[in-house]
């Protein structure tokens, strides 16, 4: 780990000053930024200490119907809120099919969000890669793909954005609160991620000094909560990231879909939010012939970057699948297994 | 520069200079205070052997600056027997062959401990092993593990209800 200068901001106003200087960035739970300073990868000349500051870590019910979560609510916090839950059910099962619990229990809300891709070249610094260091290559072209990006990738990256979280977040318009150092401005999640093209080291559209101080769930998404699902396939049942994950929230009119919000996860360098399947499903039966359709028009745009074609057809089907638990209802009990494809109910579907 | 701050270890309140903000807690724990129960496996949050509970929740150790935490109660391996006798988890680990080797038995207990105080896994081992899961054992003790957990939360719970008498 490389030296770095801590302080340890009191107030928003300092911590944005702090951070707003070269090299340096923002510590939360640091449970990401250790890993990543740890193996040389990040290298930041200076810790601007969040963890302090007071008012973030408090979630609020709004009175007209959304809620805001400050940015240093802990996962597990939010998962285990049980007004969140029971609005938020699709949210509450991704943050729980995330990490560990331990991992849970540290990682805050916009940690989570700005966490970086868990690609093995990016983690490697003997590896080129064009997130690290522009222009020097992609060593994942022509590498170990099984895991990479099927949709928006580019030549310069095929990485995946690895949050579960953000899966529901972004079909469920999510907005993010930042403070910067000209002032509060608001960021739809939708628009924070940037696609690699040709700059894959910027990755979000935050400035230096951008400190985000909540997210906020607009009224509409708790209209999902009898039917949200998210499910999440990979390589082990717990504590893995997701090969492919998908998040879909129905609103059920008379025996019709009134509304339909999906995304997926592990599928691009952000959460993808699948809004020609959410037009597709919109005044269709809850049928598997409509979900079949819906899923057709999500990979629609799909490649492989590698020898990852088989995330196309998995993302399919896991479409299909995670719909028709949608419209089956949201479970009482939050799943043993949360977004498993392996949990009693999923089996079935 | 010397950072100063003071923690609650075990109870026992510390007044902590660190010259170097890059120290870890774990490695706080096991360097300099002496505590080393608390395991370095992997060092990279991927194993759970360093696991403690901070402010009564479980995390790992290994991926929190010890700078950032000023002003929190840790609680590790050493802090859980009161004196002689063992807490719960500790005997039920030991009558369920919770562990083999024995590295990754700190982390597991107190991960264990967490997870009980957590309440959400109930008499479910499905949810047992699920809230374990970052919790590894390459000598694959994991059935006397979760045995261990269930047996003693039943403890704990019965040991609560008659306090409560």
């Known amino acids: 780990m490389n030296r770095f200068d801590y302080v340890r901001a009191g107030s928003v106003a300092e911590a944005v000053a702090a951070a707003a200087e070269p090299g340096a960035v923002y510590l939360a739970a640091g449970t990401n930024l250790l890993d990543l300073m740890k193996g040389s990868i990040a290298r930041p000349g200076r810790l601007v200490d969040v963890t302090h500051l007071p008012g973030l870590d408090r979630i609020d ?44 229990n540290a990682a805050t809300v916009a940690g989570n969000l700005l966490q970086r891709t868990r690609c093995p070249y990016f983690y490697d610094p003997a590896s080129a890669c064009n997130k690290r260091d522009p222009g020097a290559g992609c060593d994942a072209r022509g590498g170990e793909t099984r895991l990479h990006a099927v949709l928006g990738w580019s030549e310069h990256c095929i990485a995946t954005h690895p949050s579960d979280f953000c899966v529901p977040l972004v079909s469920l318009d999510a907005v993010v609160e930042v403070e910067g150092t000209s002032g509060a401005r608001e960021v739809p999640l939708d628009a924070l991620h940037r696609l690699p093209e040709d700059r894959p080291d910027r990755e979000t559209v935050l400035e230096p000094g951008d ?23 990979r390589d082990r049942t717990s504590y893995a990231f997701a090969v492919v994950s998908a998040s879909a929230s129905l609103r059920l009119e008379g025996g019709r879909i009134g509304e339909a919000r999906l995304a997926l996860g592990g599928v691009a360098l952000k959460p993808w939010r699948a809004r020609a399947a959410e037009a597709a499903l919109t005044g269709a039966e809850p049928t ?33 699948r995670t719909l028709t638990l949608a419209a089956d209802g949201t479970p009482e009990r939050m799943p043993a297994l949360p977004a498993s494809a392996f949990s009693g109910d999923a089996l079935h579907a | 520069m010397t950072f100063r701050l003071t923690l609650t270890v075990n109870g026992e309140p510390r007044a902590i200079e660190l010259d170097d903000p890059r120290v870890t807690l774990l490695d706080l724990l096991r360097e300099r205070l002496g505590l080393t129960g608390s395991k370095k496996g992997c060092d990279r949050g991927q194993c759970g052997a360093c696991t403690v509970l901070v402010a009564g929740r479980r995390v790992n150790s290994c991926l929190a600056l010890a700078v950032s935490l000023d002003g929190a109660d840790i609680l590790t391996i050493e802090g859980l027997a009161r004196g002689d006798a063992l807490h719960p988890v500790q005997s039920a680990f030991i009558e369920h062959d919770g562990f083999q080797c024995g590295f990754c038995t700190p982390g597991q207990i107190m991960s264990a401990v967490g997870l ?29 593990i979760t045995q261990a957990v269930l047996d003693a939360q039943a403890r704990m719970a019965g040991a609560t209800q008659g306090d409560a008498a």
Do not use: T, W
């Open chain 1, 288 to 320: 598997e012939r409509s979900f079949a359709r819906a899923a057709e028009a999500a990979l629609a745009e799909a490649r492989p970057s590698g020898d990852n074609a088989f995330k196309i057809e998995l993302a399919r089907r896991l479409i299909v």
């Open chain 1, 211 to 233: 400190l985000i101080v909540a997210l906020r769930l607009p009224a509409e998404a708790a209209g999902f909560a009898g039917h949200s699902r998210y499910l999440k396939v």
């Open chain 1, 61 to 104: 019910h709004l009175p007209g119907g959304g809620v805001r979560i400050g940015a240093l609510v802990r996962n597990s916090d939010l998962a285990y809120d049980p007004d969140f839950a029971k609005s938020h059910p699709a949210v509450a099962e991704a943050l729980l099919s995330g990490a560990s619990a331990q991992l849970r």
């Open chain 2, 116 to 144: 009980i105080r957590e309440g959400q896994a109930g008499d479910d081992p499905e949810r047992i092993r699920e809230g374990m899961s970052g919790n590894l054992c390459r000598c694959g003790a994991y059935i006397g």
